[in-house]
């Protein structure tokens, strides 16, 4: 498993060493750092450097293994994002990206690192609601990908007419779902951060009933938001989560 050196570990579109806050965003599923490119120059503006993370196994970092356990994936990534901790920040994950920043704040907190302002855990179902779907990272390759399609809509048209781009993509997306699908909760004290947990109406799969129970997490706020569309409804609402993110830190940021 490759633990290179931190800057491979974050995509920074628009680098701002003067910023007063920031915010971190973790990928969903198969995606990389780039989902966020377009994040970073609308916050630019209001002073609000952002910085994706990048996981092995895509992108830039096609040519290493992607991580496939929770357990070994979170150590090494808040000793990444450790540093950039020093200043006031926010916290954004979607889908198993959402779980993926949850665990990284507590073991933040275990290294006595400060928690982010709010965590926005987007498109995820509360980490201690069973799970009542089938796994998805140990079918074959061709059940995966109609599986994944029909349940999140997740994979473009374009990719299923090119067999060397899914080949390119389905390792770190069969890798990501490995970390989700065997993650397991372990109940410890609530966060002492706000969490904010969004999600799309027409998300047949992170319901009400799913999302509430972020609520029992923080020892803090904790608020719901929900917009127009399925799983994927961050891309089309970007502008008014963007709004939301920028209000959060603008007290901190004037």
């Known amino acids: 498993m490759s633990t290179s050196s931190a800057p491979a570990w974050f995509s920074v579109p628009v680098p701002n060493a003067q910023a007063a806050t920031r915010v971190i965003c973790v990928p969903y599923a198969g995606a990389g750092a780039s989902v966020y490119h377009t994040w970073a120059r609308a916050l630019s503006v209001a ?39 020093d200043r006031p920040y926010l916290l954004f994950g979607h889908s198993m990206g959402a779980l993926v920043s949850f665990e990284l ?28 779907d089938s796994l998805l990272h140990i079918l074959p390759d061709d059940a995966l990908v109609r599986e994944v399609s029909q349940r999140y809509q997740g994979i473009p048209q374009e990719v299923f007419k090119h067999q060397e781009l899914l ?27 706000a969490i904010t947990a ?14 509430v129970p972020w609520g029992a997490l923080t020892a803090s706020a904790f608020t719901t938001q929900w917009f127009d569309g399925d799983h994927f409804f961050l891309h ?3 502008d008014a989560i963007l709004n939301r993110l920028r209000a959060a830190l603008d007290p901190i940021t004037l």
Not at 107 to 120: A, D, I, K, Q
């Open 47 to 85: 002073g609000i450097e952002v910085r994706s993370v990048q996981l092995p196994g895509r992108e830039n970092r096609l040519r290493e293994v992607p991580f496939t356990a929770m357990s070994t994936l979170i150590p090494v990534l808040a000793e990444q994002v450790a540093p950039w901790t």
């Open 105 to 132: 704040v507590r073991e933040l907190g275990r290294r006595r690192r400060p928690p982010p302002v709010t965590l926005y855990v987007s498109g995820a179902t509360a980490p201690q609601v069973p799970r009542d």
């Open 198 to 211: 969004l999600s799309g109406t027409g998300d047949a799969r992170v319901t009400a009933e799913k999302i």
């Open 167 to 193: 080949e390119l993509v389905l390792p770190a997306l069969r890798a990501d779902l490995t970390v989700m699908e065997t993650y397991r909760y372990k109940a410890e004290p609530p966060l002492p951060c």
């Open 236 to 238: 089309d609402h970007r």
